[in-house]
Structure formats: C-alpha cells, structure tokens
C-alpha cells in the first residue's frame, strides 16, 4: 500500500463521544500534519510531528489530542466536541518540512 | 500577517475556453508557493512549486507562473476532467518549514 491513509473516512458522533481518526503513510516521510478543512475557509494547520516530536500547536482546543507513536502513525484523538468541529480532517505527510506535501483522503466528521 | 487570497472563488469554463486563476500572497519572505488540486471526496494532490519571481512550472494544460505579489494558473483549452478546486498555499522563511498557508481555493467547472 502506498501515500497517506486515513481511516475512518466518516464519522458522526455525539458531543459527549470520545473517538479516535487514524493516519498511516508509506512514504518513509519524517514529518506528519493534522489539518482541518471547513467550507468556504482555508485549510487549518492543526498539530505538526516533526521525527515524532509535535513542534506546533496552533492554538488548538483541548478537546483535540494527537499522537504520533512512530514516523508512520499519527492519531487525532476526540472527546468532547462541539457542533463547529464538523469539518473534513486531513492528515499529511512530507520529508523535512518540505511544502510538497502529500495529503490523505480526509475523515469527514460530523458532531451532533 | 502571511496571508493569501484567491480569485476567483469559483469559476466556469466551457471546454477549449482558456483562462488564469490567481493567487495573491503577502508573506515576509517566501520560502516557496505551491499549487495544489483538489477533487471532491479527496485530499489535495500536489501540481507545482514556485521558489521566486519569474519562475514558472508547466504540466500537461496547467502553467503556474510567480511575482512578488501573485501567482498564476493558467488553464489551456481545459477538458472535463480539469474540474476540481485549485488551493494556492505558501511557506514563509520566518515561520519555519513546517507552515503552509493556504487560500480559500478557486473551484473550476470545465463545461463539455
């Protein structure tokens, strides 16, 4: 299997649900990003791994937690969220930050 | 404040019909431009990288071209099958190589 997999690829879920989205690439990248895409916005850059150590956090409520066990997996894990979660998650990966990134197919999340 | 703007939101063509998407960008200093496509249902799939003004990429009906304020994509005699959303994105040399910021995206519909 090559490129950037995510799974699941929906997901609905209560408010009060915790939930995890999984991310898998094959590329032998050393860098791996959460985005969050919502309509009519630019993509969102969420968290960034870096050889397995998160050097960015932008500002992202607690609510969401990632975690990169090794330099192929990435987790966003989910509890507690809010209605304006609802969005498409991407997950991306790329070799030393370059901006040649390559993207999965996204989660597409709905909060209720 | 890095920033990109992308016109226009959406657009149509009829097939053969050539025509520009444009990307604006204030950045302090850019480390790279990018151009990426986006299918429904799909993550962005990489097109092109600009490094600095003058430059210019090409790839099959797609040419991305580079200014210190803009970039373009022109689109020759475009077919069915160019129909996607075109993301412009930026990294800039003083927030790090892990940083993209992306415009809203130009949506074409290439009408048969």
């Known amino acids: 299997e090559t490129g950037v997999t995510q799974t699941p690829r929906h997901l609905v879920m209560g408010m009060t649900n915790k939930k995890s989205l999984k991310c898998e690439q094959h590329?032998?990248?050393?860098?791996m990003y959460w985005y969050k895409q919502s309509a009519k916005k630019p993509l969102e850059l969420m968290f960034v791994?870096?050889?397995?150590?998160?050097?960015e956090n932008n500002s992202v409520p607690s609510r969401f937690s990632p975690e990169c066990p090794n330099s192929s997996h990435l987790f966003l894990h989910l509890h507690t969220l809010q209605p304006e979660d609802s969005a498409l998650y991407l997950c991306?990966?790329?070799?030393?930050?370059?901006?040649?990134?390559?993207f999965g197919a996204g989660t597409r999340l709905s909060v209720l | 404040e890095d920033q990109v703007t992308q016109s226009p939101e959406a657009l149509r063509l009829q097939e053969g019909e050539s025509s520009s998407l444009n990307c604006s960008y204030t950045v302090s200093g850019l480390r790279g431009l990018f151009w990426y496509r986006q299918d429904p249902g799909k993550g962005p799939e990489f097109l092109f990288t600009?490094?600095?003004a003058g430059e210019e990429k090409e790839k099959e009906r797609l040419k991305a071209t580079l200014t210190k304020k803009e970039s373009f994509l022109h689109i020759t005699a475009p077919k069915p099958e160019d129909s996607a959303t075109y993301l412009c994105a930026v990294q800039a040399l003083q927030t790090g190589a892990n940083n993209l910021f992306f415009g809203t995206g130009t949506r074409l519909t290439v009408i048969p």
């Open positions: 590329l032998g990248h050393n860098a």
């Open positions: 600009l490094y600095s």
């Open positions: 791994y870096s050889l397995e150590e998160r050097v």
């Open positions: 991306a990966s790329s070799q030393d930050g370059a901006g040649r990134a390559y």
